[in-house]
């Protein structure tokens, strides 16, 4: 038998399923992302607010993302005084514990900007994880639509401030009265129905995806797709359909002028010009048609005259509208959509979201459209609930990772370069060599220019340019004895030496050639340095407008062609 002791084995690295590592180019893309987003949410007045990552689980109340998993589709434990806290699964419940605890010290209306990571307990496939940022905004306190008005000018602001050009977003507007009151009209109303209304806001919110014939399907009995799975459907019959079609198909094509038309003097240079039909085509040019026209809510309206539900929200909707295009925001920006299905829980009022219009490639190959990036609306029984009394409130949020996807898809994103460290070599061990590379490391950095001194074995001298080479340092600073008793420094071009060493053939050309690499006294060293990091940003900057011209330090800051 053998006596030997197993030997024990190793912990298994491993990240949990649903979350992911962040680098370094990642948390600069976010950095950048959101301090752009930072600075239009000041513009508007909007002030900072940060809520910790864990809350009472009563706090987040019964408005939760997934009752189907565990816990309630949140992240729990119990502390030691036997109360249950969960990690935040959004940012506006946690505003609105903040906002009851602290309603006499807040001046209303309270209009507050928080970023930060929430946390779901859901399954966790392709592009869903279980941690994520947000970037919210939220203005509690003010009753009028005028505040919702305001989110949608905001939100299109920022989507611009991101580079995101006009015509490639919308932020569609629409109205959960509206949507309550359609279904009251066709027979959902009260609380027996609740499931079946989910259902069916379920089914209207696959219309982009599945189309008219599709969205019809899963109202009513199901929908088998290609792979032979069935969906249950919403159960409704062929009258409730009829009915219901009418919500989110107002504005098919072959009935677009009657939808449509607005006189000239209402059109705005930013709404979105539909081509007219040969009707409107030989009529005199007294109107354009016009995509997104408000005009639709009236013609909406009068569709089911039996709801007070729905005629309110339709009057907050036209308030929106009038609003933003006061202000000069037409249906290119803003857009109301009846068709629109948000917030399933909490939502009182007012619903809008901002979508993303340009193509992307899919995991299949497929050309698809990007889709929404964020959204939100009115949410006045959120605060009430720890009050006893009504407050107002209305915000939308953002989903930053889905967002930098497509900022990143655009070439908006990560285009400011972040140069890497110059490296500081070490030649020599001893306490009085090391303190001459370390004060010369202070001084590059005291200079403004991002450099570290060598840290690991320094008595592999190749290591430290084969570390130098990968991190992708631009220079590198050498001294050893025989400069140190002369008081100069070798200062090699990394940049310029990669390029060159593919240019020259044999060692002894290498050698006799010390391209790249001059020696400087250690006065001059930041100078030296800088000298090298300007050719090398020239020579970047060349090289990204297709110039093949080496660099001349003589014609910094003049690149134009002389005769």
Not at 237 to 246: G, P, T
Not at 505 to 518: G, H, L, P
Request: hydrophobic share 35%; net charge negative.
């Amino acid at each position: 038998m053998n006596d030997k002791q197993k030997k024990p084995q190793k912990l298994k690295a491993r990240l949990p399923r649903g979350f992911v590592d962040r680098t370094a180019g990642d948390i600069r893309a976010v950095n950048e992302m959101t301090a752009k987003i930072r600075e239009v949410y000041e513009h508007y007045g909007f002030d900072p607010l940060e809520t910790p990552l864990f809350e009472y689980t009563d706090a987040l109340g019964k408005f939760l993302p997934d009752s189907d998993r565990p816990n309630e589709g949140v992240f729990s434990l119990q502390d030691d005084d036997e109360q249950w806290m969960s990690l935040r699964y959004d940012l506006t419940a946690p505003l609105a514990r903040h906002v009851a605890e602290n309603f006499n010290e807040i001046q209303l209306p309270y209009r507050t900007y928080r970023a930060g990571y929430v946390f779901r307990n859901e399954k966790p496939g392709p592009g869903r994880f279980r941690q994520f940022m947000q970037f919210d905004a939220d203005t509690v306190g003010a009753p009028g639509v005028q505040a919702d008005a305001e989110m949608c000018m905001m939100m299109a602001d920022t989507l611009e401030a991101l580079g995101i050009k006009r015509g490639d977003y919308v932020i569609r507007v629409n109205n959960r009265k509206v949507l309550d009151g359609v279904l009251e009209a066709i027979g959902l109303g009260g609380d027996d129905k609740a499931g079946q209304r989910l259902n069916v806001l379920r089914a209207i919110d696959k219309l982009d995806k599945f189309g008219l014939d599709g969205v019809r399907l899963l109202l009513g009995e199901g929908r088998k797709d290609e792979s032979g799975d069935f969906t249950k459907g919403a159960g409704l019959n062929k009258e409730q359909i009829d009915r219901l079609e009418k919500l989110y198909a107002i504005q098919i094509e072959d009935r677009k002028d009657y939808f449509m038309f607005m006189p000239i003097s209402e059109v705005l240079s930013d709404d979105v010009i539909v081509s007219p039909s040969e009707t409107m085509a030989n009529s005199p040019h007294v109107g354009d048609l016009v995509l997104g026209n408000p005009r639709v809510l009236d013609i909406f309206a009068g569709l089911f005259p039996e709801s007070d539900k729905l005629k309110e929200g339709i009057e907050e909707l036209k308030i929106i509208s009038g609003l933003a295009r006061s202000a000069g925001y037409g249906t290119k920006r803003i857009r109301i959509d009846v068709s629109v299905v948000r917030g399933l829980e909490y939502y009182t009022g007012p619903v809008y979201e901002a979508e993303l219009l340009f193509d992307v490639t899919n995991e299949k190959g497929e050309k698809v459209v990007f889709g929404s990036v964020g959204g939100g609306g009115r949410y006045d029984g959120l605060v009430s609930r720890f009050m006893g009394q009504p407050v107002p409130a209305t915000g939308f949020s953002i989903g930053v990772s889905r967002l930098m996807t497509a900022l990143k898809n655009l070439g908006k994103l990560g285009a400011s370069e972040v140069i890497e460290p110059v490296l500081v070599t070490v030649m020599d061990g001893d306490v009085e060599a090391m303190g001459r590379y370390q004060r010369m490391t202070q001084e590059l950095r005291a200079a403004g220019i991002r450099a570290e001194m060598y840290q690991g074995n320094w008595k592999k001298f190749g290591n430290q340019l084969k570390y130098a080479d990968r991190r992708g340092c631009p220079v590198a600073i050498i001294q050893g004895g025989d400069e140190r008793a002369t008081s100069v420094v070798q200062i090699k071009d990394l940049i310029e030496g990669k390029r060159l060493s593919g240019e020259i053939e044999d060692n002894a050309s290498w050698r006799e050639a010390r391209v790249a690499q001059e020696t400087a006294p250690e006065a001059d060293l930041v100078a030296k340095v800088r000298e090298i990091l300007a050719a090398q940003a020239e020579d970047r900057k060349r090289a990204a407008i297709g110039f093949a011209i080496p660099y001349d330090p003589a014609q910094v800051g003049d690149t134009d062609d002389k005769d």
